[in-house]
């Protein structure tokens, strides 16, 4: 009986360690980085080609506006695509609960704070609805709220015709609460000269601080990046895995409502298609922001700068007087750019400086064919 | 590390095997997927469990894991009798199982996949991640792995670093039996032999550890213990003191059909 000697085990471990990072590159994969650096190039841009309107105050409040209101629900769906998920019925929340909340205050007179917690309530049963589906079958989420987004598109045609003869709820301004309401989600935060700011940037502020907050510092945010990155491992480490997505689906619809406040309030009248499209700016400004399709990787600060992107996108183009059309061109210009950026980090991130897996079953096969054939021979080709 | 047979190394006070199976059966349907195996690992002993594909293994780790209950047999943790009933009665009850895919998210830090699931907490209820990264490089220390940036994503480690993560993992949450579920299947040589390096570390922190495989040559060298299995029946439970390196590779890919195979090949090289 031989005594059993370990084989050639490395005794210096430190030389297993491979794709140790620079500083410059942990820099440039932060998910974030990449839309900072795309929003200073896009307001650069228009900075020279808009010149005055664009730096003044007046220009600022505009394209801030505009970015924030797309970031009222495009945060969430950030979230949403961390944890592995999408959700194409996100826009027409916006009309959905705009719709429902008008109904309530105006056609059955209720007063606007129980129209709001009503609509909030219908939110987050939708929420629920999108998530508990996406869960318990299994099916591409793409599918699932592509479904969801239409049957809710049909019902709010339907029942807004049947009830007011239009497609839109009009007069909440009149309703009972009003003011509140449009404190709450239509009043001007502040001045800086002649420029307003919209209460809605303090909604989007307050929603990118927090939706960081949890996904960077809570547990609930580690159950989000693993249900996305590799849901069957967080459910066998004890991550409740399908509570994670069917919680985010309630936030997106919550955000969405939300939204959907926003629009009403401002505008005293809600057009149940509102939002109908613009499910798509949310899904372009999460992946500006570094979000991956197929989960697990992100950032709600960089979706933030990928609103910022959109916004000044949109308003940018008119004001430094390009066709508007060009509008669509350039944005799936950048969106393609950012996803292939975004590509090319996950790839690294996932294989850096490990041979690929091809590589790794010819070394296993040529081991084992190695062990077998020293086996078979008995020690190494003894019978030659 | 190698010990006399029979010997009470590991045993605790009252002379029983951490784990023990006394001629377990599972059928499935009319199916016998495992017969009359018998097998023990003591704390601080490497039982090996060997097999082709097909050889039950996979069925073996789930009955230990709790995802089957065996149909026939006794199932003894410290000496009582125990039956699990989910991977959660497994996890409690201190056994721990590393598959194959190491239950990591790949683009998460190595802080975050080791912690995943028990996040420690502040008392504001946010992760207390000075802690987690702290914990981190300290367990991994334990394993002989030097982590400078916990922030790392696990995906860039190797193939053998992942593994002792969650290796480190499992001991740190309070793992007495630690089940690797093939860990060196698609690692090369040099790879392998860290994994081995990781098993020894784990044994001799007191654990006892069940290391399947197909591999005699990385069996042989780590085991105390050796149970070889064969469309679903048992070749063998035996000492490390009762068996040899090539007896144990005989047995494990059947003698006969390697004679065959040796002789192939040496008509290869006339």
Redesign the interface.
């Known amino acids: 009986m031989t005594t059993t000697v370990v084989p050639a085990i490395p005794k210096a471990p430190t030389d297993e360690r491979v794709a140790r990072s620079s500083p410059l590159m942990r820099l440039l994969i932060r998910p974030e980085f990449g839309a900072l650096a795309g929003a200073v190039v896009v307001w650069l841009l228009f900075a020279w080609q808009a010149g005055g309107v664009w730096l003044s105050w007046q220009g600022t409040a505009t394209y801030v506006d505009v970015s924030a209101k797309y970031g009222l629900t495009a945060l969430a769906i950030a979230l949403l695509m961390i944890g592995g998920e999408f959700d194409l019925s996100s826009g027409v929340m916006t009309g959905t609960t705009g719709m429902f909340a008008g109904l309530f205050a105006v056609n059955s007179g209720m007063h606007v704070v129980l129209a709001l917690v009503l609509s909030l309530v219908l939110a987050v049963a939708i929420g629920v609805i999108n998530g508990v589906m996406v869960v318990k079958s299994r099916l591409p989420s793409f599918i699932v709220t592509l479904g969801t987004f239409f049957a809710l598109q049909g019902f709010n045609l339907w029942l807004t015709q049947r009830v007011t003869g239009l497609t839109n709820v009009t007069g909440i301004d009149a309703a009972s609460g009003y003011e509140l309401g449009r404190r709450l989600f239509a009043s001007t935060m502040f001045h800086i000269g002649r420029a307003e700011f919209s209460i809605s940037l303090l909604w989007f502020v307050a929603m990118a601080v927090l939706g960081s907050w949890v996904l960077m510092r809570t547990k609930v945010g580690n159950w989000i990046f693993a249900v996305g990155g590799n849901r069957d491992a967080a459910r066998m480490v004890g991550v409740p895995a399908s509570a994670t997505k069917v919680g985010l689906f309630v936030a997106v619809a919550v955000c969405g409502w939300v939204h959907g406040m926003v629009v009403l309030f401002e505008t005293s009248r809600s057009n149940v298609i509102e939002g109908v499209g613009q499910e798509f700016y949310f899904i372009i400004a999460a992946v500006l922001g570094g979000c991956l399709l197929t989960g697990g990787f992100g950032s709600v600060v960089g979706a933030a700068f990928g609103c910022l992107i959109l916004g000044m996108t949109r308003q940018g183009i008119p004001l430094a007087g390009w066709d508007p059309n060009l509008n669509f061109l350039f944005l799936g210009a950048i969106l393609l750019a950012a996803a292939f950026a975004n590509e090319a980090i996950r790839r690294w991130a996932s294989t850096a400086g490990r041979p690929s897996q091809r590589k790794i079953e010819e070394a296993a096969h040529d081991a084992a064919v190695e062990q077998d054939v020293i086996a078979a021979t008995g020690d190494g080709g003894g019978d030659e | 590390?190698?010990d006399p047979l029979g010997e009470p190394v590991g045993r605790d006070f009252d002379g029983h095997a951490l784990l023990e199976l006394q001629r377990l059966s599972k059928f499935f349907g009319n199916v016998i997927a495992l017969q009359n195996i018998t097998t023990s690992v003591q704390a601080g002993e490497v039982t090996c469990v060997l097999g082709d594909n097909g050889a039950g293994k996979s069925t073996f780790i789930k009955i230990l894991a709790g995802v089957h209950s065996h149909d026939e047999g006794r199932f003894l943790m410290e000496g009582k009798e125990t039956r699990f009933h989910s991977?959660?009665d497994a996890?409690a009850a201190g056994v721990a199982t590393v598959?194959q895919?190491?239950?990591?998210?790949?683009?998460?830090s190595i802080w975050?996949n080791f912690?995943?699931?028990?996040?420690p907490?502040t008392w504001l209820?946010?992760?207390d991640?000075k802690k987690a990264k702290r914990v981190a490089i300290e367990e991994m220390a334990k394993m002989?792995?030097?982590v400078?940036?916990p922030?790392?994503?696990v995906?860039?480690?190797?193939?053998?670093?992942r593994q002792s993560v969650a290796i480190a993992r499992a001991v740190y949450f309070g793992a007495k039996v630690l089940i690797l579920d093939e860990p060196t299947?698609?690692?090369?040589?040099?790879?392998?032999?860290?994994v081995?390096?990781y098993i020894?570390a784990a044994r001799d922190r007191g654990l006892g550890v069940i290391f399947i495989t197909h591999?005699?040559?990385h069996a042989?060298?780590?085991g105390d213990r050796f149970l070889i299995l064969k469309r679903g029946a048992s070749l063998g439970n035996f000492a490390?003191?009762e068996i040899?390196?090539?007896e144990l590779?005989?047995m494990m890919?059947g003698g006969a059909e390697?004679?065959a195979?040796?002789h192939e090949?040496?008509s290869l090289?006339a």
């Open positions: 590390m190698s991977p959660r996890k598959y895919d190491l239950a990591m998210a790949p683009l998460m975050r912690f995943l699931g028990s996040e907490t209820g946010t992760i991640i002989g792995i030097e400078r940036d922030e790392q994503p995906g860039t480690l190797s193939g053998g670093e299947a698609a690692l090369g040589v040099r790879q392998s032999g860290v081995l390096r020894v591999n005699p040559h042989y060298p780590v490390k003191s040899t390196r090539d590779t005989q890919s390697l004679e195979l040796s090949i040496a090289r």
